[in-house]
């Protein structure tokens, strides 16, 4: 066992096989070809769902026979119906996330999320977008876990660059990405740009848009004091700020109403929101955190 | 309204407001932010753009140092400047200020400590200093007399040098004198108001209608002191002389526990004739009396040496001339034979001297007799004009009316004369007689002395006694 060879370096092998044991939640959205997850909608598997009234025009043969024997009424049965869904993983890595292990934690993020799909059965795909030139596929639509592989190799050539704004990054996305289920966007989402259509596209799209957070400690604490000169380090630009300290309450207000506005539009949108800190360790992001808030459950 | 608004003594210097350029240009140009990478500045950009953080406060408080700088050389130039608000001097332009110079004001406050005088001055020297544009004093110093020390002036340096000038003077302080020169100052010069720096040993009332106000400025009072308030001498019995000296001292000195001292009596040359120790009791004056012998004629010192500190010298000391003994030199009228032949007798005694000088006494029955330079005359069968409101029961009587003379007393301040009236009545039918020959009515008469020179002030801490003062007996007798 000594001499295992590690998978990734992203995950130790023992991390990878517990979150291997695990599932995504529920998604509402399908897609149309069969697959191994239940959807919520009534199909035709083997699995009874529920009994509705019959109308004319339904197919007699899902007629419950032995309910109309004893009650003289139709009804009819109703089957779950197997489908298959698509996992697609949206990563921002423009040159901010290139701070405090950010990139680190979502690449560990999309990884751990990618191998539950994939063992899960889901259709993983994975986008990582720093600008409009270069191309965003990591994984292509792919099944099984035969396709960790490429998954991993992917996610670990990653590195922050361009200053791609999410919304943008998402509009790409969703232009390459055909098929329903759920789209994970990782990024810090420190935009000036808004957020109000993108999640709204996103479900348009047949997405269930769930939108994971990270920011460095600098971020979610910041200990600036002083007149200082802020320089961006996706734009370069700077902005100075006089008296530093006396405005970290505003900051944090900021902070929390961002926080606030994406996770209101990914929940309106039937999304998810999580908020996490890149100064976590991975394996609490992924086995606590994201379990605690139902990103994934044991299978 | 615009008596309140300033007047500017140096506007030129308004220019210096021409140096918040390079003070501000320096600022900005020093000005130097320590950079600081951050992933993003989205949301630092939030904050800048928040209404609160560019509230009006906000943005002061951003150049907080630059603005305080430029506070600085605000309050620079308007020192330079030279703002004078005009309050008070439109108002008073020219004050008098009287400065008390007599004895008392010599006291000081501690051993080694300053005088009244000299605190009084150190005011009066921080009023010449505060003097502003078109504002003018004069100083003038007053005790038995007012002084002044130059007109009314704005020139600082004439003011502290007459300042200087004055002095205490060993006399106590005349208000009155002193109110009279500020009237006749006024005559000259308009002003409304008069400054009186003193010591407070002033009179409660003085007689005068002022047309200005009198501010009063009290000194700081004095320390302990015990002086001479009164002496005085008689004749003793054996031919010597009596002298008593009374001595008061101030509360100061007897709260501290009392005050002891040595009052000794010496000759003109210093040679000691009599001492006696001196412990203030409670009461706070003790009268002494000394013994001289007939030798002790002439100027005498009478002086009160303190065991520790005492606040004033001047009252320590006082000097009293003695006259020498001589024969009474007496003049009697040719007519009156029998006291010629009685005083002739008296071996002290010089009836019609023949050596120039004044009498002592002069007897006669002649209204021209009454006329000659003597201490005392005595007329027989005559009523001196003089004495004529004294003898108004004796106006019925005859000009036969005598007066005899039963007793007389001295005392150092008056004489006192027993007459005895006797007399005729006047040969008259409508005016009975007032007095007969019977029981004759005697009247004594009390004839005061004029005193020269004596303090009218009713009580001091330490009054002076001037050698006019002690002089007492040389009053002349004017009743016979």
Redo the contacts between chains.
């Keep these: 066992m000594a001499d295992e060879v590690a998978l990734t370096r992203l995950f130790p092998n023992a991390a990878l096989t517990r979150i291997e044991r695990h599932r995504l939640g529920v998604a509402h959205f399908t897609a149309n070809r069969k697959g191994e997850r239940i959807a919520r909608g009534r199909g035709r598997s083997t699995d009874f769902s529920d009994y509705r009234d019959y109308v004319p025009g339904d197919d007699i043969r899902f007629v419950d026979w032995n309910i109309f024997a004893r009650l003289r009424r139709p009804y009819l049965k109703l089957f779950h119906e197997e489908e298959e869904r698509h996992l697609a993983i949206a990563i921002d890595r423009s ?6 292990d ?1 990139l680190l934690r979502a690449t560990q993020a999309a990884l751990a999320l990618g191998l539950v799909g994939l063992a899960g059965g889901e259709r993983v795909s994975v986008y990582a977008m720093a600008d409009v030139a270069a191309s965003p596929v990591v994984l292509p639509p792919a099944r099984g876990r035969r396709n960790l592989g490429k998954l991993v190799a992917g996610l670990e050539g990653l590195a922050a660059a361009g200053d791609l704004a999410p919304e943008r990054a998402i509009e790409r996305m969703l232009a390459l990405h055909k098929g329903k289920g759920i789209a994970i966007v990782v990024s ?1 989402f ?3 740009g808004r957020f109000d259509t993108t999640f709204s596209r996103i479900q348009g799209a047949g997405l269930e848009p769930w939108a994971l957070q990270i920011l ?1 400690p ?2 979610l604490d910041p200990t ?1 004091d ?10 370069g ?7 530093a300290g ?2 970290l309450e ?2 944090h207000e ?2 929390l109403a ?1 926080e606030h506005t994406v996770s209101s539009l990914a929940r309106r949108a039937g999304g998810r929101f999580l908020a996490a800190s890149a100064g976590m360790d991975a394996e609490t992001l992924v086995l606590g955190t994201m379990r605690r808030a139902g990103w994934i459950t044991l299978r | 309204m615009s008596a309140w608004l300033p007047t500017l003594l140096a506007p030129a210097n308004a220019l210096l407001a021409l140096l918040a350029l390079p003070l501000v240009a320096v600022y900005f140009l020093k000005l130097r932010r320590p950079s600081y990478l951050v992933p993003s500045t989205a949301l630092w950009r939030l904050v800048t753009d928040d209404q609160r953080v560019n509230s009006p406060f906000q943005r002061f408080k951003r150049h907080l140092l630059l603005w305080l700088q430029l506070l600085a050389l605000l309050l620079l130039v308007l020192a330079a400047l030279m703002p004078l608000v005009k309050a008070d001097q439109e108002r008073v332009l020219r004050r008098p200020v009287f400065v008390d110079a007599s004895a008392s004001m010599a006291a000081l406050d501690a051993p080694g400590g300053q005088s009244r005088l000299d605190h009084a001055k150190r005011e009066v020297a921080r009023l010449i200093d505060d003097l502003g544009p078109g504002q003018e004093l004069c100083l003038v110093s007053f005790a038995q007399r007012a002084r002044s020390h130059g007109g009314f002036t704005a020139n600082k340096r004439l003011l502290l040098a007459a300042l200087e000038e004055i002095a205490v003077e060993d006399v106590e302080s005349d208000l009155e004198e002193a109110m009279r020169f500020a009237q006749a100052l006024s005559r000259a010069a308009s002003f409304d108001e008069v400054l009186l720096v003193s010591d407070g040993n002033l009179p409660e009332r003085v007689g005068l209608d002022l047309a200005f106000a009198l501010r009063y400025q009290l000194v700081p009072k004095a320390g302990a002191n015990v002086g001479i308030t009164a002496v005085g001498a008689r004749r003793g019995r054996d031919g010597g002389w009596v002298v008593y000296v009374e001595l008061a001292g101030s509360g100061a000195a007897l709260a501290a526990g009392g005050a002891t001292g040595l009052v000794t009596v010496a000759d003109a040359n210093g040679a000691e004739l009599a001492s006696e120790a001196l412990a203030l009791g409670e009461g706070g004056h003790q009268r002494l009396l000394f013994a001289l012998n007939a030798a002790a004629s002439g100027l005498v010192v009478v002086r009160y040496a303190p065991v520790g500190f005492d606040s004033l010298a001047s009252d320590d000391v006082c000097y009293l001339a003695l006259p020498p003994p001589r024969d009474l030199r007496v003049r009697v009228a040719p007519g009156l034979v029998a006291f010629h032949h009685a005083l002739a007798t008296v071996s002290e005694i010089v009836v019609n001297p023949t050596t120039p000088g004044a009498d002592d006494l002069v007897i006669t029955d002649s209204l021209a007799d009454l006329d000659r330079p003597a201490r005392v005359a005595l007329s027989v069968g005559l009523v001196p004009p003089a004495a004529a409101p004294l003898t108004l029961p004796m106006t019925g009587c005859a000009s036969s009316c005598r007066a005899i003379v039963k007793t007389w007393k001295q005392s150092i301040s008056s004489e006192i004369v027993s007459l005895t009236i006797r007399g005729s009545p006047r040969n008259s039918s409508t005016s009975p007689p007032a007095m007969n020959d019977g029981p004759a009515p005697r009247r004594t008469i009390a004839l005061a002395s004029s005193l020269r020179g004596r303090s009218r002030a009713r009580s001091r801490m330490a009054r002076p006694i001037s050698r006019s003062m002690a002089l007492s007996r040389e009053g002349r007798l004017k009743v016979t």
Excluded: C, Q
């Design positions: 040159a901010s996330m290139g701070f405090e950010k810090d420190l935009t000036p460095g600098s971020e600036l002083g007149d200082l000169r802020l320089v961006d380090g996706e734009t630009h700077a902005l100075d700020v006089t008296a006396d405005l505003i900051y900021h902070r961002l």
